[in-house]
Structures are given as structure tokens and as C-alpha cells.
């Protein structure tokens, strides 16, 4: 079973509006949480890390936030733009070798 | 900085031949790792390695081998194409920071090469 599930697998929004991806895992001991955008034949840029004691993390648009007790995140992407278009993918790092979990991403599709 | 580079970027196989997958990153990093990733599926880490000389397998290793003579190149070699690897391959590298806390390090990847094995 997959220790990082998101929510949405897909969305689709209009130029402008606002979205929220989510995250649960299950992975422990945790160490970090990552949020990746992978554009259509791309490989994944990170946008956001976030240890323990952050519970939130702003690049530009997209602020992330992080739950440790709950073992929940969320991506919101402030004001969409057709290059918002992508796979976001949301990644879990275990304590110790810092093992990396993925999930398997949300597609978003922002129609003009 | 090119940062991470890979090729080829697209290959076509027959099942049974082997190839051989590039990867360099010229910013020096101590580690570096192999996924593929397919539809509907995250991420899958098949070997690693955390310096020159130092190799170690990941999640799906089976039928993959790499090595590791420098600290820029890590090759990705398929011994014995099967339909089931059928996949984008990603290279990715990272540094440590001192002290070690390699799991807080942004990893950076390449764009991928695609495989099909027909």
C-alpha cells in the first residue's frame, strides 16, 4: 500500500481561480515533506520542504501546509495561470537514510 | 550549470538487448539516484548511490545494474530488456549538508528518458 495517497488524482480550473491539493501519509519516522510540480515531459522542480516544525511555506503562489499530527498537507495555488498546468506531486522523506516516498500526483489542468 | 543531464531522451528496445541510460550533474553532488515512474503510480526508487565507489539498490532493482567511478556520472545499464520496464527513467542528485541531514537536501532531476520495449 502506498504510504503517500493525494487527492485529487485530477482537477480541472479556470485562469484566475484557486485550488488545494492534498496529501495524507502514513510514512514514519518522518523527516520532511516535499511538494513537486512536474510539467508534461519533465522532470519534478521542487517548490516547497517542510520539517516538523513548519506548518506552513509560501513559494510565489503556492503555499504549502503541513499537519504532523494529523500526517496531512495541503498545496494551494493562489490565482491560477495556464503554466499552472502540471503534476504535483507530493513527497514524504523518512528519518534515517531519508528514504523518499511519492505519491502518485494530481493532474491540474488550468482552462483559460 | 546544466545542471542534471540525460540521455538519450526517448529509446525503443526489442526484449533481450541491453543499453545503457546516461547520467551527469555537474554541481559536485555526493548523491545520486535512478527512478521510474509510471502511469498512476509515484516515484520508484530502483538504485542509489552516495559517492564515487559506493552503490546500493532501491525499491525495484531487478534487472538494472549502475556503478559509480566518478562523482558527476552515474550510468543506468538494463541488462536484458523486458516489455515490464517499459517506463520513464529519472536521474536525480543532491548534496549533504554538514553534519550530514542529507534527507532535508533538494533533490534535483533530470528530464527523463522515455523506454519502450517492444
Known amino acids: 500500500k502506498n504510504q503517500v495517497e493525494q487527492s485529487p488524482q485530477s482537477l480541472i480550473i479556470l485562469e484566475g481561480k484557486n485550488c488545494t491539493l492534498q496529501?495524507?501519509?502514513?510514512?514514519?519516522?518522518?523527516?520532511?515533506l516535499r511538494w513537486y510540480k512536474q510539467d508534461t515531459g519533465r522532470g519534478p522542480v521542487s517548490l516547497t520542504i517542510?520539517?516538523?516544525?513548519?506548518n506552513t511555506k509560501s513559494n510565489g503562489r503556492y503555499t504549502a501546509t503541513l499537519d504532523a499530527d494529523t500526517k496531512q498537507s495541503s498545496l494551494h495555488i493562489t490565482a491560477s495561470q495556464l503554466s499552472d498546468s502540471a503534476s504535483y506531486i507530493c513527497?514524504?522523506?523518512?528519518?534515517?537514510?531519508?528514504?523518499?516516498?511519492f505519491g502518485a500526483g494530481t493532474q491540474v489542468v488550468v482552462t483559460p | 550549470n546544466a545542471g542534471v543531464t540525460q540521455t538519450p531522451k526517448f529509446q525503443v528496445l526489442k526484449t533481450g538487448q541491453s543499453m545503457t541510460l546516461q547520467c551527469a550533474q555537474d554541481?559536485?553532488?555526493?548523491?545520486m539516484s535512478w527512478y521510474r515512474q509510471d502511469p498512476g503510480m509515484g516515484l520508484r526508487l530502483i538504485h542509489y548511490s552516495v559517492g564515487a565507489g559506493i552503490t546500493d539498490q532501491g525499491e525495484v532493482p531487478n534487472g538494472y545494474n549502475v556503478s559509480r567511478s566518478t562523482t558527476e556520472d552515474f550510468p543506468l545499464r538494463l541488462l536484458s530488456a523486458a516489455p515490464s520496464q517499459t517506463s520513464v527513467y529519472f536521474c536525480a542528485s543532491s548534496s549533504r549538508l554538514a553534519g550530514g541531514q542529507i534527507t532535508y537536501n533538494e533533490q534535483f532531476f533530470g528530464p527523463g528518458t522515455r523506454l519502450t520495449v517492444l
Open positions: 513527497v514524504v522523506s523518512e528519518k534515517g537514510w531519508g528514504k523518499l516516498q
Open positions: 496529501c495524507n501519509y502514513t510514512v514514519s519516522p518522518f523527516s520532511n
Open positions: 517542510m520539517t516538523f516544525s513548519e
Open positions: 554541481m559536485n553532488h555526493e548523491y
